[in-house]
């Protein structure tokens, strides 16, 4: 599976839009884009995944660049309880384990 | 949504003893469940993949007499940790494989185990 690194920590104010980016330069063409939080102390949370086109849904936005090397999760209005750890992680379709970077410590500050 | 609990949420034992941990999918059947481990502040860290009936498959470093799988029904796996050691102690979480269709899958997370060995 490709690798993917991820910028270490982030702030974002409470109730803006929190950009995440994501590099996974060494994507291959059959590999989705995954991104899963961890809250503390808890287990890590689905959030949403695309391959090629940008998608939607309740919780996230995910940007997909043209030549899928890059990536960001846009939490559009953000709040205390989004503060966590995220982890983008690329997967081949024939595998279903999920390997867990160090992810992006990001915190929402009131 | 799907659900994958486990069983217990905080376990305390005694060096050289063994606990089991249980990871159930509560509302769809998981031919594939996994387990990780997490030490503070790093991240998870895969140690088996649990294939219902079947042996399971340990990354490399993971000690699988230590760290007895079983995948006995589509629905549950345990992990037994034997002669626990402090160096044991972690957060230890389970996750199922759903299939959506196609090629593609959801990866649901149980809640954790919190594993102090005194």
């Known amino acids: 599976d490709a690798k993917t690194t991820q910028p270490t920590s982030m702030d974002c104010a409470e109730g803006r839009a929190a950009n995440l980016p994501c590099n996974h330069s060494t994507i291959s063409g059959n590999e989705y884009v995954y991104w899963y939080r961890q809250i503390h102390s808890q287990g890590p949370q689905y959030i949403i995944h695309g391959l090629k086109n940008n998608e939607t849904n309740e919780m996230a936005s995910l940007i997909i660049t043209e030549d899928r090397k890059s990536s960001t999760l846009i939490l559009p209005h953000a709040t205390l309880r989004d503060t966590a750890v995220y982890y983008c992680i690329s997967s081949k379709t024939s595998y279903d384990k999920v390997i867990f970077g160090p992810g992006t410590s990001l915190s929402v500050i009131p | 949504g799907a659900v994958v609990s486990q069983h217990p949420s905080r376990v305390i034992c005694k060096s050289g003893t063994s606990v089991k941990i249980e990871c159930r999918s509560l509302d769809f059947q998981a031919t594939t469940m996994f387990w990780y481990r997490q030490f503070p502040k790093q991240s998870l860290m895969l140690m088996a993949t649990s294939n219902e009936g079947s042996k399971a498959t340990y990354e490399q470093g993971v000690e699988k007499d230590k760290f007895l799988i079983n995948h006995a029904s589509l629905t549950l796996s345990t992990l037994t940790v034997t002669s626990a050691h402090p160096e044991d102690s972690s957060f230890y979480i389970c996750?199922?494989?759903?299939?959506?269709?196609?090629?593609?899958?959801?990866?649901?997370f149980g809640p954790g185990t919190r594993l102090t060995v005194t």
């Open positions: 996750s199922a494989s759903r299939p959506l269709g196609g090629a593609t899958y959801e990866q649901y």
